[in-house]
C-alpha cells in the first residue's frame, strides 16, 4: 500500500494480522483507520502479487480513492 507492506501502513491499526495464504476465489480485508492531520489522506495505491502453480507471477494495482 502506497510502496510499503500493508501492515507497515499508518491506516491499519496495530494488531492486524497478515492474510498469507489465500485460496481461489477468497477475498481478504484490513481494517483502515483514517485520522486526520496525520498525513495519511487518500488515494492510496494497492498492488496485490501472488505466485501460483502457473509459474507466473501475478499482479494486480489499483487506486482507492
Do not use: C, F
Not at 507497515?8 to 485460496?23: C, D, N, R, S, T
Amino acid at each position: 500500500m502506497n510502496g510499503k507492506p500493508i501492515l507497515e501502513h499508518k491506516v491499519i491499526p496495530q494488531g492486524e494480522q497478515e492474510k498469507k495464504i489465500i485460496g481461489p476465489d477468497s477475498e481478504v480485508s484490513y481494517i483502515l483507520a483514517e485520522s486526520m492531520g496525520k498525513g495519511n489522506n487518500p488515494p492510496y495505491i494497492i498492488v496485490i502479487s501472488w505466485d501460483d502453480d502457473s509459474d507466473k507471477k501475478g499482479r494486480y494495482e489499483t487506486t482507492v480513492s
